[in-house]
């Protein structure tokens, strides 16, 4: 890494950190003060409207970023791509508001009122079309910290409005989801206009007509309409029929989980964007040695921080779900632990996937996660419908649909890896996959079993976890120093970045 990305994701990892444990925190008070049931509603709403989010941005906001990251825009050229989301937002609006049914509500949202289900869906665009474009624009002109900390303040607010509800009694469904679409409109709105873009229109810059930036936009996103289709009902599907076969009790044990499992994701999260953008504008410039750098240096490391975390956290599931979110969780203590394994290998997807939005190779994006996805759907009904269905199932619950989601990116996040290293001439090794998971797991059984041995039941969980995180950061600091190709690192490279992690920490002081 330069040093400028490696100050720049220093910071990120540090923001996300903190992001990340507040967003833990949030959820997990929501999971205990709410109770599964009303949580479970809460993680189906927010699942459905994600899947929907695919369906309306059509892959258009890949085509944003990776245009923004190639050289400076203009502030018509952002203000356009608003205008777009505006036009997503009141279509979806107008249909689930006004058109839709009484009838098609029930039935969709499982007996949601329509007024939740219109606030759900004005949270979730907000969240998540929204305020990542904002992220986008302000990671296009390298305005990391500034981003990055309104990021950490969105969230921070989010707690404080949370545990302001429970207290005066009104914290429901209807509240939350009006505080989320309020916090993120309004950090929209402040994070835009602090932004400086080449020219208030693009003329003097060169920049290309709007007719030409259509046919961009059109050439770029035409591969991934049926993509983003195929996408929503994957997603939507995984939801729904968790919802419809396993109720909104196993909704939120499956939620509670992959909240808890995202907290491997924090360095894919943090480097992604500052990935894409260095990534567009190498290849952009024909220095394909500098992009076959980055991606094998940024895969490696970020898979291995999933790893690390998974292999820590998975012997102390089920003290946790009792210590956090208590008693009413802990039968979701094996689907927890399997969806701890998601992140190892969801940060390759994310990375993979990147790299081919970043250079313009969505076809084949497309075309394997097309044939993914359907095969997910036919499996995802496997697991889960009950063995009386008309087509039966095993009725596994959230536990199948974890290990379906695992298993199934495991295949897939390999084979694209592999044919983008054929496409680009590189060589492909999963070395360091088997040994770096098989070091984390291993290790971090053996910390657990050591310090239960010598102070279980004796000391508090938190203490015996610190302990026990102390003692494994120790190995796995020892492993990596051993083997550095795990983080994708030589030695000197090693020392270098942690000397720019601790530049990146002094710079929060």
């Known amino acids: 890494m330069t040093a400028s990305v490696r100050r720049r994701f220093a910071f990120t990892v540090g923001a996300n950190l903190l992001r990340g444990l507040i967003s833990l925190s949030t959820g997990m008070l929501l999971a205990r003060w709410l109770g599964p049931a009303s949580y479970g509603n809460m993680a189906f709403l927010t699942g459905t409207f994600v899947a929907i989010r695919q369906l309306l941005d059509l892959g258009s906001s890949s085509a944003f970023f990776t245009f923004l990251s190639q050289r400076p825009r203009s502030k018509s050229f952002v203000s356009s791509y608003f205008a777009w989301l505006a036009a997503q937002f009141l279509i979806a609006l107008v249909l689930i508001g006004i058109l839709f049914p009484a009838a098609w509500i029930a039935a969709i949202w499982r007996g949601e009122q329509r007024s939740l289900v219109l606030l759900a869906f004005a949270a979730v665009f907000l969240q998540n079309s929204v305020w990542p474009v904002v992220q986008q624009a302000g990671e296009s002109q390298r305005e990391t910290v500034w981003v990055q900390g309104l990021g950490v303040a969105v969230v921070g607010a989010h707690l404080a409005a949370v545990f302001l509800f429970w207290r005066l009694g009104i914290l429901g469904l209807h509240a939350i989801f009006a505080a989320i679409a309020f916090e993120y409109l309004l950090a929209a709105v402040v994070a835009q206009h602090s932004y400086a873009y080449s020219s208030p229109r693009g003329g003097n810059e060169g920049e290309d007509p709007r007719e030409s930036i259509f046919k961009k936009y059109l050439s770029y996103c035409l591969p991934l309409v049926a993509y983003s289709c195929v996408g929503f009902a994957y997603e939507f599907a995984d939801r729904w029929l968790l919802q419809k076969y396993g109720g909104r009790i196993e909704q939120a044990y499956y939620a509670v ?7 491997g994701l924090i360095a894919t999260t943090s480097i992604l964007r500052i990935f894409w953008k260095e990534i567009a504008e190498s290849y952009h410039q024909g220095n394909l040695e500098r992009t076959r750098i980055l991606y094998r240096k940024v895969s490696r490391l970020t898979f291995l921080v999933g790893a690390m975390v998974a292999g820590f956290v998975i012997p102390w599931t089920q ?14 203590a094996l689907t927890m632990a399997i969806m701890f394994f998601y992140p190892v290998h969801q940060s ?13 190779r969505v076809s084949l994006l497309v075309l ?45 996040v390999n084979i694209v890896a592999y044919l983008i290293a054929r496409l680009y001439r590189w060589r492909f090794d999963w070395i360091y996959q088997a040994a770096g998971l098989s070091a984390c797991l291993g290790l971090g059984w053996l910390a657990h079993a050591a310090v239960c041995h010598v102070a279980g039941g004796l000391w508090p969980l938190p203490v015996l976890m610190g302990l026990g995180g102390l003692l494994y950061a120790a190995a796995m600091a020892a492993v990596v120093y051993a083997m550095p190709w795990l983080a994708g690192l030589t030695r000197e490279e090693l020392l270098l970045d942690l000397a720019g992690g601790c530049e990146g920490i002094a710079a929060w002081f």
Not at 348 to 360: D, F, P, S, V
């Open 368 to 412: 394997t996660g097309t044939v993914f996805m359907m095969i997910s759907m036919g499996v995802t009904y496997f697991v889960l419908a009950p063995g009386n269905a008309v087509v039966p199932g095993l009725g596994l619950a959230a536990e199948g649909l974890a290990i379906k989601m695992v298993v199934m990116q495991l295949i897939q």
């Open 348 to 360: 390759m997807g994310q990375i993979t996937g990147t790299m081919l939005y970043a250079t313009e």
């Open 257 to 263: 989980g992959a909240q808890f499992a995202s907290i």
């Open 319 to 332: 003290d946790l779900l009792r210590l956090i979110v208590g008693p009413a969780y802990v039968q979701g």
